[in-house]
């Protein structure tokens, strides 16, 4: 097994949920999932074995930045379109949940967002730190305050 298959098999997972819960697109997560491990490739020499996931996880965001920027042309649909599967809701136990969360998650301030998912994901408050560009400090505050937002949206009105 080569080296890149093995960062393949370790991180995939954790790189396609980290952009699955940045994008909320089951499509984009697969395509810049994709074209994160490529990059990866090209750039293999500068993978460290320690900073090998806070490192797929930059790459990662980055791509999703720039598809956003890109993306601008795009039109979301209105939230009024009414619901052609009501049953799907009972359907999944705790989906109600899951959206509501999801929903918060994406009201948080990207890197508030980047840095909660990655903490989620076990990357250690220095990589995150490097990954944002910021002091361990300010890492762990934007964990904290991403806690503490997700939290006051669970809670019910």
Do not use: C
Not at 12 to 36: K, P, Q
Not at 56 to 64: S, V
């Amino acid at each position: 097994m080569t080296e890149l298959e093995e960062l393949y098999r370790r991180h995939a997972a954790d790189v396609h949920r980290f952009v699955l819960y940045l994008s909320g697109n089951a499509g984009d997560a697969d395509d810049i999932t994709s074209e994160t491990f490529f990059r990866a490739l090209r750039q293999r020499h500068v993978i460290q074995v320690s900073t090998a996931k806070a490192y797929l996880f930059t790459i990662a965001r980055n791509l999703w930045r720039r598809r956003r920027r890109n993306d601008g042309r795009h039109t979301p649909l209105p939230e009024a379109l009414p619901d052609v599967n009501p049953g799907l809701e009972q359907w999944a136990d705790g989906r109600q949940s899951l959206a509501a969360v999801l929903r918060a998650l994406h009201e948080l301030d990207e890197d508030d967002r980047a840095a909660i998912l990655m903490r989620v994901d076990g990357v250690p408050y220095e990589d995150i730190a490097a990954s944002l560009q910021i002091s361990v400090a300010a890492a762990k505050v934007r964990v904290y305050r991403a806690r503490v937002r997700l939290s006051r949206s669970r809670r019910p009105q």
